[in-house]
Each structure stands twice: as C-alpha cells, then as structure tokens.
C-alpha cells in the first residue's frame, strides 16, 4: 500500500505543478505571509527579536488556503468521472484518501518552508529564541493536516469545488471560531473552557509559543485521523451495493468506535498537565528548580486561592487556563505542602464575603464596549497566597502585560512564576520563627560579643548584660545551630586580643570620646561557615531591640529570606513661594522602589548617624552629592561589614526651568569620587554621546488646515545611550539575560585594574564603538545644524564603560585617615560647615578596616537612568527603556543581596529579546530581500519540478502486483 499511496500522491503533484495551481497557492500564501509580518504586524516599528507574528494569523490564513487547494481533490474526480477508474483499480480506499492527503500536506511543507527566510533573517540582525519557532512551524503543520483532512471530506462529498471550498471553510471556520475570545466570553462559565479545548485556534497558540503539549498533539492527531476515516469510508460507501447490509453496518460500526475512542483518548488526557516539552530557551512555561527549593521550606501547608471571576473582561478570559495550570503545577510540584484552587466569589456568597472582610479583596469594573454600547462588568482577577498568619495578595495589574499589536491589545501573563514565587517568598519570610530560621541553616553559627566591659563608656555599661540574655534565650532552643559566647579581647588570659580583631576582622578600638585616649570595644560578629557579619548594637539596649538585631542578622545569613534594601537620595530643594513653588527635581526614585519592592523590603535610609541599620543588605545610593564625612564614613563601614553598594553617580545634576528646558549643573561630589578612587574607580566628568540611543520625545507644532496641532515625534539624543548586549559582559548574572538598558546622561566609570588586582572586577556595560566623548555640560541639540543627530561628532570614537561590578575584600578608606567621630572637623574647611556637631549623647562609634570577601559594590555612571522622571519621559515612545532600566536594577539588587535565585526565574519569563538598531534604510533593505528570497525559491520550486517531470519517465497510475493485474 506504501507504494500506492507514494504513486497517487505523485500523480497529484504533478497536476498541481502541471498548472499555474502551485504557483498560484505558494505565491499567494508568501504574499499574505510577508505582508502581515512586516506591514500588518509591523515587525521593525515592535523592535523585539521573535516571529509569532508571522504565526499569529495562520490559523485564519491557512483555512482559506487548503479549502482552495482541497476543493478539487475529489470533486474534480467526479466531475471528470476518474473517480469510478479510481475505486476500480485494486486499491484501498484508505491508500487513495492518504496518497491525496500526503499530496497537499507535501505542499503545505514546502509554503512553509518558504518562509525559513523569516527567523533567519531575524536571527541575524536579534537573538532568536529557536524555540517558540520551532513551535510555531510544528503547529501550523498540525493544524495544517486537520484542515487538509477536513477538505478532502467534504470534496469527497460533492462534485461542485464551489461548494467544497465553502463549506470546508464554514466547518474549518466554525472549529476555529468556538476557541476564540469572542465566543468564549459569550458562553461563558465552563463551557467556554471545553469550547477552547475544541478549538482549533486555541490549541495552535499553545504549540507556537514553544511548548508541546501531549493533550495538544493528541487533538490534532485527533482530528486529522477522524476526518481521514471518514473521507475513506465516504469514498467506500461508492462501491457499496443495497444487498451488502452487513459490511455497511460492519464499516459504519468501525468508524463510530474509532471517533468515540478518539474522542475518549483526548478527554483522558486533558486533565493531564505534566506531559508537555518546553522548548523555550529560558524553559519560560516551566517550574524552575529554585521555585521547587521553596517548596521544601514550608513547614506547614501553604494556600494558593485565585479568586477569579467567569463572567470577566474578554481580554482577562483567555488567561484562566494558564492561570489554573501554573496552580496545578505548583500543587503537584509541591507535594502536598501546597492546596491551590480557583474559585468565583460572585458564584458563592461566603467566598466573597470572606474575600472582602477577611482579605480586603474587592471586584474590578471592568468596562467593555460592544458595538453599539458600553457596559461595566464586576469581576475578580485576584491571586491570594497564605502562610500562616501571613498573606499576599497579587491583582490583575501585578501579573499580566499589555502590548498593542495590529489586532489591537495583546493581553499576556508577564511571568507567573515568578510572581507567585517571590510573593511565596514573602509570606514565608514573614512567618518565619526564629527557630525555623535555624533550622533552615546546615551548619551551626556562632555570635561573638567583643566587649571590654572595663573600658566601655556609661551609656554602653549594660550591653554585654543585654545581649548574653538574648543570645543565650535563642541559644537554649536552638538544639545546637547557634552558639553564643563573649570575648574580652583586654583578658590578659585570653587567646584573642587587639590585635588579633584588627587582622582577622579589621576592627579597631572606639574612642570613648571625641578627645579621649580612652578606647574601647564593643561589636558582635555573626559568623556562618566563611562569612562574618558586623552587628552593631543598637541605641536601645533593651533585650527586644537585640534581639530583633540578631534575628536579622540570621535571616541574611539563611537563604530563601526577604532581604531590605535601603535607598539614599538627595532632598529635593523646598519651594520658593515668592515663584510660584519650584521647577520639578530629578531627584525622585519611587518607581525603582515600587519594582524591587515586589520581593525586598524597600526603605529610606539616613545616613547622617554614620551607620546603616543593620537589618540592611544593599545599599542603594543615588545621585550622592554633598554628602557629609559622616555619611560617607556609614556607606564605608557598611561596605567593610560584608554588605554590597550600589552607586548612581553623576557629576552633574539635572535641571528644569519653569519653561520646561532641561540643564546640566555641576555639583559636589568630590567626597564619593575620593572614596571610589580609594578603590581605583574614577567617574570623568565628559558625557557620554551615542549614535545608538533611545530616541528622544519632541512636542512638535503642526499647522493643519490653520489649527495648530501638537505631536511627539521620536528624534536621535546620542545622550540616551542606548546599550544591547553586544555592549555587556553577558557571562556576568546581571547582563546575562538583560535585552537592553538606556543610560541618560551618562559618564564613563574607568577601573585601574592595578588597585584591583585581587577583587573579580566586571565591566557590566558599554557605550556602541561609535560613541564619542562630549567635554562641556551643554545638552540642548541644535537639529538645524546637526539635522542627524543634534550635535557634531568630536574627537575619538570607541566603546566607553558605563557600569562596573566589584567583588572582594576591601581596605577601608579610612583605614589610615581619621574617621569623622575620631576627630573634630576643622574651623574653616568644607567639612566644618557641612558636618553637624556630634551628639554626646550619642553612642561612640567604631571602625572596620578591612570587609570580608563577600562585599559587593556597583557603579553606575548616570544618576538619572532610573529617575521617575526621566523613566516617564522616555516611556511616552517606547516601554523599552522604562522596562530594561527597571529589570538592570532589579537585577543589579538580586546580585548584590546574593538572591541569584528569583533572578534566575526572572530572567527566565522576563526576556525581551530586542532587534539591533537599524536605520530605515537598512529596514527597507531587510524586507526587500525576504520578498526577494521567497520568490527566487518559489521560481526555482516551480521550474525544478517542470524540469524533472519533462525528464522523468511515465509512471503507471497505480502500482501493481502480477496478480494484481489479472484480478
């Protein structure tokens, strides 16, 4: 039967490419194809590295195009009267069903291949995921073979092509339609799930985003056989007779089996989740094995509710499933320690009342407008985690992204995952006990009081009596995991002394006062395997407030605890009201804090005490001028004890006047750019100018028909340099997954690799080689002379670095200097007008001079990169630079507080993977070549094939056997 069905399959070919058929279909299929992927969906205006658009409307395309290929299969047969010749011959009606299906379906393959151009093309000019491509191309082949089979049915049915080509495309159509949007949402309730699950449509999303399904391969499958069985028992009832009774029913009785066991199969594994691929290359659809971690931290069981409402907003409906498949996910991953399910409060009155009173969650209005009328639907879309007393909420808003496309809003999940994993983070940091905390260390940790109690001032004379009550309470539950002891490093008995505590750890003795030969200590030190944190003890000595300070300092040391990120930024000037208030600052950092507040706890940090709390893992410090000795000596100290800073330094500071111009002023920065060059960091004051920037939004002025019209037009600023990851150091945890990052007004941050010769130093981003260096601070373009870019490209071109990562042991900067409490400042200097007079009531504070290896510290030559500002400003184009500045720091958080962990999940779902900048010119030439190359491969299809028939001996029709031919 095999060389049947390769013969009939032949013979059809060969009537394709004997006519204009073939040329017809293939030209037609890559036209429609190329012209919604560069003109409809707009592929180079999008910037992003992907082709689902060329997949998004194949599902539509390909129904009009196989009824116009299928609709003469059989009906053309009949219509001619070859048909009878056909079942005739010693074949069965199955080799001439599959022999006519292998025909269109060699045809689809080579329309389809057609088009490899495609991800080529954009694999060269962006990083490709491979993945949702291949998935893509399975899919449409899939879907393919199911409306093949679907017009071969129907031609067989009739002898009008007419008639085959409508209704193969009313029932291709109708399979299509039941799994969109707009029929789901008018059903509603659980009928609208089982309609999805039929449709055709539906079911191709889920392969071309890069995941194979089981469930969805079996559907298919499915449908394609079903429709096979019954062109082949359509083409067999032919031949029946009246008096052959038995075999009809015989026959008729073997295809209802096969449909209803075909139909039993897909039910059977619908409910089964698990058995999919994930050909993603960040595996984006599945459970990360850091998410699956968490799950062994749960002590007791944890609840996941999704209060989701069935009758909700069309563009909300479609992501349910996923929705109850990534809960159904975890619940399995987990266990048993996790009970997760979705429930509909408007449907059960105790839910929703227990939703509000208890949860506080309320239903959205939604506003959906029909075609002839408005109207306000309440529904919920909220995620409720619970973990004991503690509970986070996520709403819509915090898991879901919207991007315009042609059709009009795309609505997605932005990354579930990591959503509920972070927000699991969190509850479960907050729930934690003390001695959960020390169950989740392997190996015990020890805390250490170096305490001189005859030498300690009065203010300090009960600390070492505060802290043993503390540290032996949590010693006595913890079964081994903590152990406390006090060293007096003056006990002329001891093994420990002064001089010891200065190499071991670089701590030095604390004047008792400002003028005082008196010294003292008094430091804890929490030391887990090989790494050491500095506890400084609190002003209030009570057992509460150590306590909390040790409890702290064992949360940072486990892992899989919330970490705090403290935010230093200069106050803005008051308002003057002799002028109507002030020019708006530039020195706002809410939208950085709300992102990194979605996993850390986020707050203001004052750092004129000279200390950071010690509840403090990263220090984040923006814009820093004017800073006192003081504050610079508590960056320094929190560096030596082991913590990790980040700086967004500038030289200048940015400037509006009250007409809306923007301006550069200098400012005071001498203290930090000193204590950076103590560490061979120097930040020159050029700017940095970059033909590849993100462009600039420019109210322009139109006169229309005599009204003036106001527009934003997008114009080249080379001070919005815009860095892809050929400008990172992509093997480093914080670029690797990084699409792009716009640093504004941006100076070079040069290292001296000689003062670092021990420290792991990373350059993290560079300038294009085509950037240059501007030497004065003037920022206002001239397009009038510079029509290009708006300002002159000076002196030489290369690749600057914009942001640089350290990691080591640090010497402190005031190692051989004085600290601001050790000495007085003196009369006349800077130092004396900016340093407040110190507090006698305070208590002294000490000196670390050396940080452990585990200190981190970021530097990042703009200020303005993440200002709110500046973020909405550049967001009123593109969301491209709002999102990769964002994801930059969030990621820069996650590896400074060590939290590589969500940081892998997020890059995972998080990645956009953006096209390298390209002129219009270069665009026009890229899209001109895809038409090129589709129709160079088309002709040379076409007149291949000519060729090869004109050589190719007659084949028989069909292929016989000796015996064959005499029956």
């Known amino acids: 039967m095999k060389r049947q069905i390769l013969a009939i399959s032949k013979k059809e070919l060969s009537s394709y490419f004997g006519s204009p058929l073939a040329v017809i279909f293939l030209g037609a299929f890559l036209a429609a194809t190329l012209f919604i992927f560069f003109s409809v969906e707009t592929f180079f205006a999008r910037g992003i ?83 949702p491509v291949f998935g893509g191309y399975l899919a449409a082949l899939l879907m393919a073979g199911a409306y093949a089979a679907i017009g071969l049915f129907v031609s067989s049915r009739t002898d009008n092509q007419i008639v085959a080509l409508i209704v193969t495309v009313l029932v291709g159509g109708l399979f299509y339609l039941v799994g969109t949007r707009g029929v789901t949402d008018f059903v509603g309730g659980n009928v609208s799930e089982y309609l999805w699950a039929v449709g055709t449509g539906s079911r191709f999303e889920s392969i071309q985003r890069g995941v194979i399904d089981l469930r969805d391969l079996s559907y298919y499958l499915s449908l394609t056989g079903l429709f096979l069985m019954l062109n082949t028992v359509s083409l067999d009832s032919i031949r029946w007779s009246r008096q052959q009774t038995a075999y009809r029913k015989k026959v008729t009785l ?45 002590q007791e069981p944890l609840v996941i509710r999704a209060y989701i409402s069935e009758n909700t907003h069309p563009l909300l409906a479609p992501l349910i499933p996923p929705v109850r498949d990534m809960l159904r996910e975890y619940e399995i991953a987990s266990n048993g320690r996790i009970a997760a399910n979705v429930v509909d409060p408007l449907s059960d009155p105790e839910i929703e009342l227990e939703a509000g009173q208890t949860y506080g969650i309320r239903p959205t209005p939604f506003q959906i407008e029909g075609r002839n009328e408005a109207s306000v639907v309440n529904a919920y879309f909220d995620i409720l985690i619970r973990y004991g ?42 729930f934690q006990s003390i001695d959960s905390v020390l169950a989740a260390i392997e190996e015990p940790v020890r805390l250490t009081l170096f305490v001189t109690p005859d030498t300690l001032p009065e203010s300090l004379a009960d600390l070492e009596t505060a802290v043993t009550q503390a540290a032996e309470e949590i010693q006595s539950s913890s079964d081994g995991k903590f152990i406390y002891q006090a060293i007096n490093p003056d006990d002329p008995n001891g093994e420990i002394n002064r001089q010891y505590l200065q190499e071991a750890y670089g701590l030095q003795p604390i004047p008792v006062s400002l003028f005082s030969a008196d010294t003292f200590y008094a430091y804890m030190v929490l030391e887990s395997g090989d790494e050491a944190q500095l506890l400084y003890p609190p002003a209030d000595l009570s057992e509460g407030q150590i306590r909390a300070a040790i409890e702290s300092a064992l949360k940072r040391a486990s892992s899989g605890f919330l970490k705090v990120v403290g935010v230093w930024a200069p106050t803005p000037p008051p308002a003057n009201p002799q002028f109507g208030g ?60 082991g913590g990790a800073v980040v700086i967004g330094f500038s030289n200048y500071s940015l400037s509006a006047d009250f007409s809306g111009g923007l301006a550069l002023q200098p400012v005071n920065a001498a203290n930090i750019a000193d204590w950076l060059a103590n560490y061979g960091v120097t930040i020159s004051e050029e700017l940095v100018m970059d033909p590849q920037n993100q462009p600039f939004p420019l109210p322009v002025v139109r006169n229309v028909g005599g009204f003036q019209v106001q527009e934003i037009q997008a114009v080249d600023y080379p001070f919005f340099v815009d860095v892809r990851p050929d400008g990172m150091d992509t093997s480093h945890p914080i670029a690797a997954n990084l699409p792009a990052a716009t640093l504004n007004w941006a100076s070079p941050v040069r290292v001296d690799e000689t003062v670092n010769g021990e420290r792991e130093v990373s350059v993290l981003l560079r300038s294009s080689p085509d950037s240059w260096l501007k030497g004065d601070a003037s920022i206002q373009p001239n397009y009038d002379l510079y029509p290009e870019l708006g300002f002159p490209i000076e002196g030489e071109q290369g690749r600057q670095p914009l942001a640089v990562t350290l990691q080591g042991r640090f010497e402190s900067y005031y190692a051989a200097r004085p600290s601001p409490f050790e000495e007085a400042p003196t009369p006349g200097t800077d130092a004396d007008t900016l340093e407040p007079p110190p507090d006698p009531n305070a208590p002294p504070v000490g000196k670390i001079t050396s940080s452990p290896e585990s200190s981190r510290l970021v530097v990042i030559g703009s200020a303005a990169f993440v200002e709110d500002n500046i973020l909405n400003l550049s967001s009123r184009l593109t969301q491209d630079a709002l999102l990769g500045n964002l994801q930059f720091m969030q990621n820069v958080a996650d590896w400074s507080a060590a939290d590589l962990d969500l940081l892998a999940i997020r890059s995972r779902g998080a990645v956009t993977r953006v096209l390298d900048p390209m002129t219009e010119s270069e665009q026009n030439t890229w ?36 015996a064959e031919t005499v029956s």
């Open 49 to 131: 590295a992907d082709v689902r658009p060329l997949f998004r409307w194949m599902p539509a395309l390909l129904i009009f195009l196989l009824a116009a290929l299928t609709m003469r299969q059989w009906s053309e047969e009949q219509r001619a009267g070859t048909q009878e010749l056909l079942l005739t011959l010693p074949v069965k009606p199955m080799a001439l069903a599959l022999g006519k299906f292998l025909a269109v379906m060699t045809l689809i393959l080579i329309a389809l291949a057609l088009t490899l151009p495609l991800p080529l093309t954009v694999s060269a000019i962006g990083s490709l995921d491979w993945g």
């Open 389 to 430: 007393d503690q509970t986070a909420i996520l709403n819509f808003q915090d898991i879901i992204q919207a991007q315009p496309t042609a059709a009009g809003i795309d609505v997605t999940l932005r990354n579930l995952e990591y959503d509920l994993t972070s927000s699991i983070k969190k509850v479960l940091f907050g």
């Open 927 to 962: 899209e001109i070549s895809n038409y090129a190359a589709a129709l160079v491969a088309l002709l040379a299809i076409y007149f291949g094939w000519r060729a090869r028939q004109q050589q190719a001996e007659p084949l028989p029709l069909i292929p016989m056997t000796e």
């Open 582 to 641: 002030a020019p708006p600052t530039f020195f706002n950092y809410n939208l950085i804090q709300e992102q990194l507040g979605q996993e850390y706890t986020t707050r203001q940090v004052d750092l004129s005490g000279g200390q950071v709390a010690n509840d403090v893992d990263m220090l984040m410090v923006m814009a820093p001028q004017n800073l006192t000795q003081r504050e610079l000596f508590a960056i320094d100290q929190f560096l030596m004890r």
């Open 254 to 298: 073997t295809a209802v089996l096969i449909g209803l066991n075909l139909l039993l199969v897909n039910v059977w594994l619908y409910p089964l989740q698990r058995l999919r691929l994930d050909l993603t290359a960040q595996k984006e659809y599945s459970l990360s094995q850091t998410t699956k971690d968490l799950f062994g931290s749960l």
